[in-house]
């Protein structure tokens, strides 16, 4: 409870002692290297920290598939692609909206085929003999229905292991019905997480759509916005600050998106990540086949989204646009402050954890030390190490046999379109003045010595970690949160956010603020026992005086 | 529109599949395991298989829903995945120590063909099973039948692993509720208990997902029907299977196995099935129905009565399970109902017959493959209906259509009430028609002009 005074607090290795003491031999030594404290290191260096390795068979674990994160995460938030499932029903069903992209045609007129679910529901019959013909014949109907611009086919387990050649398909049926067709082999068993699935998703949008229509977006300064699913509509809010300030988004990988902006992708000069881990590869790819610089932008948390839109005006080094970013952020701040500073008496010295995804359970550490809050622990759930340690190690990250299935795109600049935006001066001057091109110094760099910084978080970890620390709020998914909130915990998650939102940006870190404050001092937790809990002796008042 | 893209035109579809009617086996088998006390589900395949449905599990029943994994990787789908349930079951009896494993396949280990029993047999060799612990299994590949499939598959596996027969019969009833809300099965042993029944019930998920908030978490609750009762229906009087689809297998397996003799009756939803349950009970069990239930059911012929000028002639689109839809559709003739179109997307041959047994005059009905709610929905959009009954994701075409909606089946995702209020017997079918009842109300009152809005119905 909020109230209860805390007793002292145990060190973060005895804390891992006792998790990991519970586990067999083998599964504790592997464990060990995923819970590490922040402060552990070498002076000044993160400490490493075993991430993106497979999830331990029979352990609880919060992760999903490559399926998810492919078709779910990546082409989920797109509108006006067909996405057909190749496979047993299960797959489409358990995607279809379900991760609550949000997404608004400019018009009734305009394709949306977010609230559809598209699937071969694969028999018996076509696992043993093949269930191409079904494929060929499931994406001829689609476009028979809906003449769409574009459709997907997105295979699952048992499309792998039959052999179905789902590219061949994509390619027969492309050059037939003269639209895009292309698929993608994101099995669900590829990979570790749903982080192989972003990579697959990813690799197949730049090969397939990206630099395929030169159209030049109107708009002084052009941008795309890269990793930013708009679930609850935080695209809306980040999209409704661009514009005030004057910057044009091109495209969105994936929130709110179209076709259309991927097609165009390449005329943006600057890009800007927001989730690290599911994209910056597509930054780099961007960087090196068309020029474009990328950075990496935080617009969860109002001094983050402040931070983020001065970043991108000072790339641009516009005078009229940095004195316009200055004076939205004058207009905006107000009003979050008013908020920060009316929740504070309730919020200030509250404690979280946050273990979500691989980015948010670092995104969202602003918000709540906006409102005074320390984050006790976090961790992702499909993160690599430079997510956690920054993207200095990754020349050091060990490439194992489950990265190495994942394919890597050789990327060389476009004969017609490769332009460089800056020059490598520009560039470096931009750096010396304190300016983090291409640069994301991950999770641990942010969080307070002695920390526990905890890779996929399994549901026996969680409940010691709550037992051990009692934290006033714990942020995961779905899945965590009714055996977290049984606990007496408020439990908020931040893949769906309970059906809020948004959180990104000023108007989002008001709902946050407000959101936050209800949970943490929502009333519920103290129904939990009844009177006769509470005071279970008999006492000498028991008969009617 | 949500699903702008919907044509009137229906063109004959043979692969594509669009807003399906059903889902895989496994949720089933994995819903279906959570009946057993003391029982952790185990999902061998890929982790995604396993995340889906807990999610799944948990946006519907708002509760806890711990099952595991084997986490298959590249190389366990072409080596097979052996090594990993061998480590899973090692860890899982480690770690959360449940009295059973119940490991149901996926499209993937199902495709590899992994032999469950083998592995469990050697994980038991290797001393991975602590003694008096139990692992169980269900062949549950996605690629055949659905959801509702893999519910029975899992039930008809509890009778194979673990009734027996001992030739001392034990006076009791067993009941196979089907897949239905762990209040209902709470309801069903509500009554029996009424007509002092003597029952077994399995499996039982009332009291584990429907629990209490406490501040304190059990992984494993005290609800659930124990391996001893489970394995006791061996010896019973009879056994009630409630639903062709999703408990006859089990009771009849129970028939050869342990020659408990069975009858397969419709799921008690609805007047006249809730009638031929407590009739049938009282048969086998040699007993007599209490006048507690007679007055119960008194009060529901007493709704009916009250409010049939509002429920008469109205026109119903149905989607759902078929164990469910059989009796939904004879309870809305009871009430004058008139079901339009009827949708299922799990396979079977008896279903459109039942249907048309029970519906007079003309009814659309189609079940299995491409038998989904964008057919149902251009059905709609030809003949239109005063009324949906579906699941959650009918709200899309209940917006779009503005016809109203009343939530049954599987996934709720969005209202409460479905875990802790019946609709078996008699008070659940009061509820049914109170649902019905509010929504055809509520439109009527948003509808009518000033002049005609009534404050007396």
Not at chain 1, 421 to 443: C, T
Request: with cysteine; aromatic share 8%.
């Amino acid at each position: 409870m909020a109230t209860t005074k805390k007793k002292a607090l145990p060190t973060p290795e005895q804390v891992k002692q006792e998790i990991i003491s519970k586990y067999p031999p083998k599964v504790a030594r592997k464990r060990a290297k995923q819970i590490v404290a922040v402060g552990e290191g070498e002076e000044g260096c993160a400490p490493e920290i075993m991430a993106n390795v497979r999830t331990i068979p029979g352990i609880l674990t919060m992760r999903g598939c490559t399926y998810a994160g492919c078709k779910g995460v990546i082409l989920g938030p797109t509108r006006d692609i067909v996405n057909i499932t190749h496979g047993p029903i299960g797959c489409g069903f358990y995607s279809w909206l379900t991760r609550r992209n949000q997404t608004r045609p400019p018009s009734p007129e305009h394709p949306n085929y977010m609230p559809y679910c598209f699937s071969t529901d694969m028999q018996d019959e076509d696992i043993i003999f093949g269930g191409e013909k079904k494929l060929r014949a499931a994406v001829q109907e689609a476009y028979d229905l809906f003449h769409p611009q574009a459709i997907a086919i997105f295979s699952t387990c048992p499309v792998g292991l039959i052999g179905d050649d789902v590219h061949a398909v994509a390619k027969e049926m492309k050059e037939k019905l003269g639209i895009n067709v292309f698929a993608f082999s994101c099995e669900g068993y590829k990979g570790v997480s749903q982080s192989a699935g972003h990579h697959i998703a990813n690799n197949q949008i730049f090969k397939h759509v990206v630099g395929t229509d030169d159209t030049q977006p109107a708009g002084k300064f052009k941008i795309t916005m890269l990793g930013e699913y708009n679930i609850g509509g935080d695209a809306f809010e980040i999209e409704r600050l661009l514009d005030k300030c004057g910057i044009t988004l091109v495209a969105s990988f994936s929130g709110n998106s179209t076709y259309d902006q991927f097609a165009r992708a390449h005329t943006a000069d600057l890009c800007t990540v927001m989730c690290h881990r599911s994209i910056n590869y597509v930054a780099d790819m961007l960087e090196q086949k068309y020029g474009i610089p990328w950075i990496k932008v935080n617009f969860i948390g109002a001094k983050a989204t402040a931070k983020s839109l001065r970043r991108i005006a000072q790339y641009f080094g516009d005078k009229a646009l940095i004195e316009k970013v200055e004076a939205v952020i004058a207009e905006e701040l107000p009003a979050v402050e008013a908020v920060a500073a009316e929740v504070a008496p309730r919020t200030t010295g509250k404690t979280a954890m946050l273990f979500v995804g691989g980015s948010r359970a670092h995104h969202y550490q602003d918000l709540f030390s906006e409102m005074g809050m320390k984050t006790l622990s976090a961790g992702y759930e499909f993160a690599h190490r430079d997510d956690y340690e920054g993207r200095s190690v990754i020349p050091t990250i060990k490439v194992d046999a489950d990265s190495r299935n994942i394919e890597e795109l050789e990327v060389v600049p476009d004969e017609k379109r490769f332009k460089p935006r800056k020059s490598e001066a520009e560039l470096k001057a931009l750096q010396e003045q304190g300016f983090p091109y291409k640069d994301y110094e991950g999770m641990m760099a942010q969080m307070e010595k002695s920390s526990l910084v905890i890779d996929d978080l399994n549901q026996y970890e969680a409940e010691k970690l709550i037992e051990i620390y009692k934290p006033d709020v714990f942020c995961a998914g779905i899945k965590e949160k009714f055996s977290v909130q049984k606990l007496g915990i408020p439990m908020k998650q931040l893949h769906s956010y309970d059906s809020g939102g948004p959180y990104a940006g000023f108007k989002g870190a008001i709902n946050f603020y407000h959101e936050i404050d209800r949970l943490v001092n929502s009333k519920v937790w103290g129904y939990m026992k009844a009177p006769w809990q509470k005071n279970p002796e008999l006492s000498a008042t028991y008969v009617w005086e | 529109m949500l699903l702008r893209h919907t044509p009137p035109e229906i063109a004959d579809r043979k692969a594509l599949t669009a807003n399906p009617a059903k889902t895989c086996q496994p949720i089933g088998a994995m819903y279906a395991a959570f009946g057993i006390k003391g029982c952790l589900p185990h999902s061998h395949g890929s982790q995604g298989c396993c995340a889906y449905h807990r999610s799944a599990l948990t946006r519907h029943y708002k509760e806890p829903v711990s099952a595991t994994t084997s986490s298959f990787t590249e190389g366990s789908s072409v080596f097979g995945g052996q090594s990993n349930l061998l480590s899973a079951l090692e860890n899982i009896f480690t770690v959360y120590e449940p009295d059973v494993v119940a490991v149901h396949t996926t499209c993937l280990s199902e495709t590899i063909g992994d032999d469950i029993p083998q592995i469990a047999d050697k994980a038991k060799k290797e001393g991975k099973v602590p003694e008096g612990k139990h692992v169980i299994h269900a062949n549950t590949p996605s690629y055949v039948g659905s959801h509702v499939t893999g519910f029975s598959n899992m039930v008809r596996g509890m009778v194979k692993y673990f009734s027996e027969g001992t030739g001392r019969r034990n006076g009791k009833i067993n009941i196979i509720p089907g897949w239905v809300e762990p209040a209902d099965m709470e309801e069903l042993k509500r009554l029996a208990g009424m007509m002092d029944v003597k029952t077994i019930l399995f499996p039982d998920t009332s009291g584990v997902m429907n629990g209490p908030l406490t501040g304190e978490y059990a992984m494993f609750p005290e609800g659930g029907a124990t391996v001893e009762d489970i394995r006791d229906a061996g010896n019973s009087m009879g056994t009630l299977a409630l639903g062709e689809w999703a408990s006859a297998d089990a009771a009849r397996l129970l028939d050869t196995k342990c020659k408990v003799p069975c009858k397969v009756l419709d799921l008690p939803i609805g007047l006249a099935a809730t009638d031929r349950f407590i009739d049938t009970l009282r048969l086998v069990a040699g007993t007599t129905v209490p006048d507690t239930i007679a007055f119960e059911r008194g009060q529901l012929v007493d709704l009916i009565s009250d409010y049939h000028q509002w429920t008469y002639g109205k026109k119903v689109a149905l989607v759902g399970d078929p164990d469910q839809l059989i009796s939904l559709c004879e309870f809305l003739v009871t009430l004058d109902m008139k079901p339009a179109h009827v949708i299922t997307g799990t396979p079977g041959k008896r279903f459109e017959e039942r249907i048309r047994e029970i519906v007079p005059g003309d009814v659309n009905v189609k079940a299995g493959q491409q038998a989904d709610m964008f057919l149902l929905h251009q059905w709609m959009l030809n003949e239109p209906v005063d009324l949906i009954i579906g699941n959650t994701y009918c709200k899309y075409m209940a917006r779009d259509l503005d016809i109203p909606l009343v939530r049954h089946g599987f996934p709720i995702l969005d209202r409460p009430g479905h875990q802790y209020f019946p609709t078996a017997g008699y008070k659940g079918a009061m509820r049914i028609l109170e649902s019905i009842l509010y929504a055809i109300l509520d439109r009527k009152d948003r509808d009518d002009p000033e002049e005609t809005f009534e404050l007396v119905i």
